[in-house]
């Protein structure tokens, strides 16, 4: 049984290295510059764009990610994907799907009707001897499907096909193959999304705040108050510490590695990090303490994983996709390896009755509400120059320096990006109808 | 019956010249910059107003056009219109109608009073020794009212009023006066809104878009795909070609000469313009093209004709009002000389059952979703430097263009304006409350 | 009985020097350089936070005043207001209270707790050994408590305690104090809120509009129009003049002594204004004027008392607490001393049945359309400049001096206030939602 109160093998006796880690100077600042100009995202990374069973065979759909307007398509299975953005006049293909074959895809208003598979102006429906044709295209994606998941890598317009990494550059690090540099004796090897038979189940839906306010909110260790009256925890009867500190200097390790996932690993439920159960001060103690254990990293561009949660045998994955400076689309995803058929149906009824509701709602609801609640302190830029952090924000700010060291690129909002101007008159037309901004693109409904 | 194929003359083997008509390149654009800078639209020109019916006696209303506040007030039949600020403190006079006689209208919040044909200030209700009273006075504009229609002179507050022109230089160009010059074998002289026994039936609407992406639209001749499914077209089993090209280098003609219109004139169904009835690449090919046929063209400040359309002996005159620089009022009409009471009775059954639902809703409601899905490319100002135009584009090259060199002046948003200030609380509370901004003032209801 | 005729005692022959008071030049202009530039308000200012019932025994809320975000919090009937903004991650600490003492005030996000009584950072509940503790904290600010009212002394960070000023300083004269210096004839010394056994009663409720606008519509004498179909004016057969203008250089006196209110006293309803009963250009004339009869005066930061208003023995106060650059919350208070349990039920009977429905909302309710009328004019801060005053508007020119003599701060907006961001995603979304924004926090709801 794994729900156990946590293993702790040595006492810290001072925090001062891990103290010292927390600095957040302008010294330290300046080494995140980049991290603090990313408010529309990093691009040139693999982002989670829609679930396979969002996008059925020949389906057409439009998203937005770091500010790049995409669309859709699939076509005998494959998905393809590129900029929803009309050469032309600029309007959005997805916005009223139109294909006369399986290699092209037409623009509903004039016609131009763009290669699937390069981008190139192949012909124009009601046009077909213009000098434009075969001189222009628009941008096409690099598409990776696995477990349930469409990934796509959003690059800027000149980045060269051939330096597209691997998708696994920019998933978090697997198991059983980490298990010996990232050892920890009390669960079993996280599956992973690559993993063979590994199903995925979750959701995904808009937040109001920045992308990076969601991630730190992400594998933030010393928000536990938040998550103290949850369903999922009391019904666990589960007893939370107040806290858990930083107590060695290793406590986090990042890597960096050529040819893999960048990232950091926080060892909790280690000795190196340390259970809070009383606050002399405020004559607070908590006795019992009995919770799950858990153990969280975070991987370019944004991705959490939560190893041994919400159940054994299951890891949890979270993306925060910036769609515009101030909206990302959350992603809540539980992946397990079922080998049969019977496993995979026990799964999905739990999913379904208990890590749906209560874990993927219940308990991370409760995070959605504290990245709005940064949002404002946060929306001019300012905010991280004027934050106080404490000695349990060494993972933000280790994060920041290493996202400002291995990034790909910092994304600009690209002309006629939805959310690039705010209070347009359609945007607000569109609120008054009660349709809030966000992810996907409106279909035209005549 | 008009609804024939189109006679075609002559066939064209190069499209060279209409092909060096369409370039955008930066001397070209060079030549439009007027146009570029006219987000607010061109001032000093004709607009229309409000239809005659609404606006009965006695009765107030208020209007923006290309950020210019106006009030409306009928008097024993006339039509008066002046700026709709206070010169006190700013109020709209419309926002609640305050008149003594039927020389002026009053302020509602202090009284300043305003003769209704020059403006003057000719005394405040409840002071009436103030020095102020007679020193100053709010702009006047201008009104002719024709066929059903209230026409305003929307003017720089210090536009002469002896340069005002007549309304006719801003309307489309008449018939069968100018059949000599622009003859069409294929129907007869379309009527005109000036004509005696005109009556003019249609709507007018808000559309969330900047007007010159409207007007361009109205005119462009290459998006009849968004067309296909309207049910005007498949209930008259029209079969559409899919495009139409430029093929000869009078496919357009333009006209600037002083006292008149200036404006340009498309030859549709004439051999200037050639039907695509198929793409090869795409392997689509139509056949028995069997359309109604019409002829385009567009004057200054923005106004469509769209001869024999949507039947013989009538006309659609359509007109792209700036509001603001991201909305316009659509406006829809279609006129008929009526000479006999049966004639017109027959017309107004015929409007409400097919024109007004197939035609100007059905038809035409295509246009108002394409205008949108442009707008937030062009939003910024830079997407005509982005745009990549095709020869069918020649008639917005040429319009450009010409707008810029026979405009009157480039409107700037008025202090006070609706949506200069897009996101002030005001609006904002009003879209709480789900009323969109658009056109007319909201009065105040206690 | 007090709703008679006023009395005149004298009648002007000249307007000439109250005339020269109301040139509104460049360098009258230049006089109130400060207040053209307090678009979010004064600070190191007293204002009504929220009326006492609104804040039970350890009840928290959270307001904005100035875009000071404040949390105040009552502990054994003593309040106290902290700024509401955790110094760690910004978030306001009412969004979801967490209180584990008397003493202090936790942040529900992290656990930060501060001290009630100095803003200390006392200790952070999971992290009790962080060294940030007693090294930070926030601003607190000074709260009085009288007849029903919570005041709040809101001021800038540096702003030091030992100067904040008594909050009779930032209240209206009192009588029978002032009888000697400001008689009035016409009736009984007004009450005060800090009258023993005062008692008042009021509404307060956010206006979208600057809180100038908003005060300066409400000393203004010069709108008597607005109110002409008032319910309350026509239940009563007041009969209203068309105006009142002043006719003596002592229309107004203004005082500014050390150690007390700073502010201006309007002598209406004496010799120094004359009712203006014909406006002889419109043909209209009022007889037999017949009303009640009143006296305002305001205060700094804007604070205006109606004597003998809506009856005898009560007082009318206002606020126009400035929320944002563009919303208010406004204030409207009426004051009585109430000896016996009798006089109390009495009153409260009367302002539920006449004094609520008929002035504070059919009456002002006219005042706060007005003020919404004028925002979009002033809305760039242009508006001072351009709008033409007369020689009723001698007040607001007054006015506009004194208070950029008499001003202890511009209030700047903090980092993080509601509507420094006014589309921003979240604002937007909760539109969307119908929530319009306002005074209060929306309190977290899981």
């Not at 690099?142 to 796509?152: K, L, N, Y």
């Not at 009391?234 to 200097?249: A, E, K, T, Y």
């Amino acid at each position: 049984m794994s729900d156990n109160a946590p293993v702790r093998r040595r006492k810290a006796t001072s925090n001062q290295d891990s103290g010292s880690l927390r600095k957040n100077d302008q010294k330290t600042q300046s080494q995140y510059q980049p991290y603090k100009d990313a408010e529309w995202g990093f691009i040139n990374h693999w982002y989670p764009a829609l679930f396979s069973n969002e996008l059925a065979e020949d389906q057409v759909e439009g998203i937005q990610i770091c500010g790049v307007q995409i669309v859709l398509r699939r076509v005998d299975g494959k998905v393809f994907a590129l900029k929803d953005q009309c050469v032309h006049r600029g309007v959005r293909l997805s916005a009223k799907p139109m294909c006369f074959n399986k290699e092209t895809i037409s623009c509903w208003y004039h016609g131009f009707t763009f290669n699937l598979e390069s981008g190139n102006l192949d012909t124009i429906v009601g046009n077909p001897d213009d000098k434009l044709i075969d001189t222009t295209g628009i941008t096409t994606y690099a598409v990776e499907e696995i477990s349930g998941m469409i990934f796509v890598f959003v690059r800027e317009d000149d980045f060269p096909d051939e330096d597209v990494p691997p998708l696994s550059h920019d998933l978090p690090i697997r198991f059983p193959e980490s298990s010996e540099e990232y050892p920890h004796p009390l669960w079993p090897p996280a599956p992973s999304l690559m993993d063979e038979n590994a199903i995925s189940r979750g959701i995904h839906r808009t937040g109001e705040a920045n992308w990076r306010i969601a991630c730190e909110n992400g594998f933030d260790n010393a928000h536990i108050l938040v998550h103290q009256d949850n369903t999922i925890v009391q019904s666990n009867n589960w007893v939370l510490p107040l806290g858990i500190r930083p107590v060695s200097d290793d406590c986090i390790t990042t890597f960096e590695e050529e040819g893999g996932p960048k990232g950091l690993m926080q060892w909790l439920f280690t000795d190196r990090w340390e259970p809070i159960l009383e606050n002399k001060k405020l004559g607070v103690k908590v006795a019992g303490v009995n919770s799950r254990f858990y153990r969280t990293s975070v991987v370019m561009p944004g991705v959490l994983m939560v190893e041994n949660w919400p159940e054994e045998h299951i890891v949890q994955y979270e993306w925060y996709v910036p769609i515009t400076d101030d909206t990302y689309e959350y992603w809540e995803v539980l992946v397990k390896v079922c080998a049969t058929e019977k496993e995979l149906k026990d799964y999905e009824y739990r999913y379904k009755t208990v890590f749906k509701p209560l874990a993927l709602h219940g308990f991370n609801d409760c995070d959605l509400y504290a990245r709005e609640a940064m949002q404002d302190y946060y929306a001019d830029g300012t905010g991280w120059d004027n934050e106080q952090l404490v000695d349990t924000d060494v993972s933000a700010i280790i994060w920041r320096k290493l996202a400002s060291r291995n990034h790909r690129g910092i994304a600009k909002p690209a002309k006629g990006s939805q959310g690039s101007i705010k209070s347009s008159s359609i945007r607000l037309r569109n609120i008054t109808d009660g349709k809030s901004p966000g992810y996907r693109v409106d279909k035209i409904e005549e």
